[in-house]
């Protein structure tokens, strides 16, 4: 089972999702919203669990939170995966664009410097304008697409970049959403949940709900739930080594 984008750190008890996390054997990629929360968040995984962590900015935070775009620097050497980034155009954070576009900006440099990275990003209301800035920055890493909602002209552009897309049972209730799933390359997609802030019946939603992503992707591609996991962890395998890793412990 994959969970390619959770806020572990976030949960009322941390350690009593990880350690069921571990006790089913989830992968797990843990994602941060703040530099600062990184090394914290990063001890939540114990050596030999298929717990990652990723070093994020989150846009939403942007305006808050660009002063510690010089802790970002510092820990990226030792980061494999980088998240939450990206871009948001909703009201509420449309105001904060400029900030937004220069952290974003920055780590997407930053990134292409160290060689590249496996990036999660939010793109909410901000697709095309993500796009434009990955299209910028082409050797910033892989990038994968968190809980797109972009319009099809913006997947078929994702898609023609390389992107990845990671989707959750939330994103999957929407016939929209349905709709999108069944266009994106079947080798290019991983489940996730975006516990805790993702609502399933009414309670956050957990790492192992990403297994009621694989039920829906069963339907929606007319495989055997066991073919869809083998599909899932062949993505997962080749996304893992396709990008140079870095040297330390901790980035691995």
Known sequence: ??????????????????????????????VTTTPSAWVKTSELAAPGSRIRTALGLHPQLAHQRK?????????????MYVGEIGLDGAPDFKPYWNDQMTVFDHVLLACSQAGGRIMTI????ATSAVLDRLEAFPNAGTAILHWFSGRKYDLDRAIALGCWFSVGPAMLAAEKSRRHVCHMPRDRILTETDGPFAQ?????????????????LAALWEMSELNVEHLLNSNLGRLIGGVKSVSKAGAK
């Open 200 to 216: 399933i019946d009414g309670r956050s939603a957990m790492p192992w709900d990403a297994q009621k992503a694989t039920i829906e």
């Open 1 to 30: 089972m994959i969970d390619f984008h959770a806020h572990l750190d976030l949960y009322p008890d941390p350690h009593a999702v990880v350690e069921e996390c571990n006790a089913r054997g989830i992968y797990v990629l843990s």
């Open 67 to 79: 002063s510690e775009l010089s802790i970002f620097d510092s820990h990226l050497p030792d980061a």
């Open 122 to 125: 939010h793109s909410r209301r």
